[in-house]
DNA sequence: TATGAATGAGTCTTCATTCAT
DNA sequence: CATGAATGAAGACTCATTCAT
C-alpha cells in the first residue's frame, strides 16, 4: 500500500501499473490479488486507510468548542498533518477531479471534515460573523488552496509566513 | 481539440482514448494523427492553446495599477473566466500533481500569472502591507482553493457570497 | 471464425485462447477485437452464423408436409447435412452440457428446429400414431445419438446400414 | 470428488477453479494436491471411480442372456442408473467431445459397455434379426440420444412414455 | 495430515500508432 | 486531406501449483 499510494501520488492511478507496483514492493502480482480484489480496491483501500490515519491524528477536541487560542494551534496542527502525510494529500487532490475516482473519495472525505466544518462553524459564530458557514467554506477553500499550492512545492513554499497571514486574517 | 480538452477534463488523460476522441469529433484516428504527432502532443496543444486563450481572454489591464475599484471588478473577472474556461481550468488542476505532465505546465502558468502577480504586488505594497509578496502568495492559494472546490460542484459552490468575503478580507 | 470452429469444437471454448485462434487465423489479436467484441461474442457469431447456414442448406418443404417417400429423403438429408457441417456439429453437441452456453445456444436452436418438429408431428399424426408428440420426440432423441456417435468417429459408424434401419422402424 | 463431479457437470472442466472445489469441499487446496497430483489427475480419478461405481451398480445379468421379460426390466434399470448418476453421465457427456480427454474416457466405456453389448447382440440375433450388431449399435445410439436429451434437461423430457416406445419399438 | 501464502505463466482485452489506399 | 484496417505491446486479472510451517 506505501509503495502503491507513492506511485498513484507520483504518477496517477492510471499510469501505474499492478505491475509497477508488485515489483516495486517486491511480492508477485498474484499475492497482491490476494489481498486486494482490484486495482480500484487497492486505491479504496489506500484512501480510506488514509483518512483513517488522518482522523486517527487529527481528532478534533472531543468537546467540538474551538477557542481563539486553539485556532492557532489548529492551524499548526492541519499543515502538520499535511506535511507528514504529503503523499496521501497529493493522491488525494490528484483524484479529486477525475469523475469516476471522484465519487469514491467524495463521501468519505465529508463525513472526516464534518465535525472539523461543524467546529467551525460554531467558531464564526461565536466570533460574531453574520454568516459563519460562509466563512466557514472559505476557510475551506483556503486550506485547500494552500495545500494544493505547498503540495505542488513543498519547498518553496512560504508556509511559515502564510500560516501568520492566516491567523491574521480568518481568526 | 475541443472535444479531447472535454474528455480528458472529464476523465483525465489516460482515461480518454484516441479512439474516443475521433468518435466524437466525427473525424478519423488517421486525420487526427495528421495533426497532432501523438496523444501527448494533443495534449500539449491544448494545455498552451488553453493557455494563450486564457492570457487573450484575461490580458490585466496594460497599465498594471490596480486601484481599490479595481479590485472589485477584478475579482469578478477572475470567476468569469474561471466559469467560462471551466474545462480548461479543470484539466490544469487534474494536471497540476502529476510529474511529467506537472513540469510542462508549471513554467508557462507562471508566466501566464506573471503580470497578474507583479500588478497584485504593487498593488499590497501601496495597500501598505508589510509582505506584500506574501499577500500575493497567500491571494494566489485563495484563488486556487476556490478554483478547486468551485470547478468540482459549480452549481453548489456560494461563488457569490465568497467573492464578497474575499473583497471584504483581501482587499 | 473458420479456425475458431475448428479450435472450438477440438479443445472447447475454454482450452481455446484468442491467441491461438489469432495464430492460426494469421491475424493479430487486434485485428480480431475489431471484428468480435469478446471470445463470447466471437462464438455466438459462429454458432447463429451455423445455424443460420444450416437453416439455409435445411429448409423444410416450405409446404410444412412429409409424405413418406419424403421420409427417406429427409432422413438421407438430415445426415448430409451433418457430415457436410460436422465441426458445427461436434461444437454444439461439446457446448450442449455446459451452463452458461448452453442457454444461448438452446433458443435459437429451437427456432431452428420447430418447423422441422412441427412437420414430423403432423407426419405421426397422419400415420395414425396415439401419440405423435411422443414420437417426434423420440425421433428427435435418435437423431441426436446417432449425431453423437458419429460426430465421434466419422468413419467406424455404420451411417448406411443405421439409415435403413431407423427408416425401418421409424417411418 | 463429489464436489469436483458436481462443478466439473455443471461448469465444464477448464471453467472450475480448484480453489472453487477446494472451498465447496471444505478442504484447503494443499491437502488437495496431497491427494491427487493434479487437476488433470483429479479428473481421472472421478472418470475412473465414476466408471466403477457404474459397472458395479449395473451390472448386467451373468448369465449373459436377455430374455423378452428382462428387455423391459433391463429399460428401466437403464435409465434408473442414469437418473441416480446424472452427474457423472452429464460429466462423461461433456468430455465426450473433447479430444485428448475423450482418449482417456473411449477405452473404459467401452470396456464397461462390452458385456452389455454383447448380451444385446445376442438377444437381437435370438429375435431373428439379419444385422443383429447394427441393431446393436441402433439400439446404443438410442439410449446415447435419450441421455443427452434427458440430462439437458431432466423434469422436462417425458422418459416413461419414450421408455413405453423403446420397448415397443425396439424390443 | 493439513494449511494458505506465494508464485508467475497465461488469459482476455485495450489502445496508441502506422500505413496502404 | 482523409480513412480505418491492422498491429503488438502492455494492462488487469486468474489460477494451477508449490512449499514452508
Do not use: C
Amino acid at each position: 500500500m506505501t509503495v502503491a499510494l507513492e506511485e498513484f501520488a507520483e504518477f496517477g492511478y492510471h499510469a501505474t501499473s499492478v505491475h509497477t507496483i508488485a515489483k516495486k514492493a517486491d511480492v508477485s502480482k498474484g499475492l497482491l490479488y490476494n489481498y486486494f480484489e482490484s486495482k480500484e480496491d487497492l486505491l479504496k483501500e489506500i484512501i480510506f486507510g488514509g483518512l483513517k490515519t488522518l482522523s486517527d491524528i487529527f481528532d478534533p477536541n472531543k468537546d467540538g468548542i474551538l477557542t481563539e487560542d486553539e485556532f492557532d494551534f489548529f492551524i499548526d496542527k492541519v499543515f502538520d498533518v499535511l506535511k507528514e502525510n504529503i503523499g496521501i494529500w497529493r493522491l488525494y487532490f490528484s483524484l479529486l477531479m477525475k469523475s469516476g475516482v471522484k465519487e469514491i473519495i467524495k463521501e468519505p472525505m465529508y463525513q472526516y471534515m464534518e465535525p472539523f466544518m461543524k467546529t467551525l462553524n460554531d467558531y464564526y459564530k461565536k466570533q460574531g460573523k453574520k454568516n459563519p458557514e460562509i466563512w466557514s467554506v472559505f476557510f475551506g477553500s483556503v486550506l485547500d488552496g494552500i495545500s494544493v499550492n505547498f503540495i505542488s512545492e513543498p519547498e518553496l513554499y512560504p508556509l511559515e509566513k502564510i500560516k501568520k497571514l492566516i491567523i491574521n486574517v480568518l481568526k
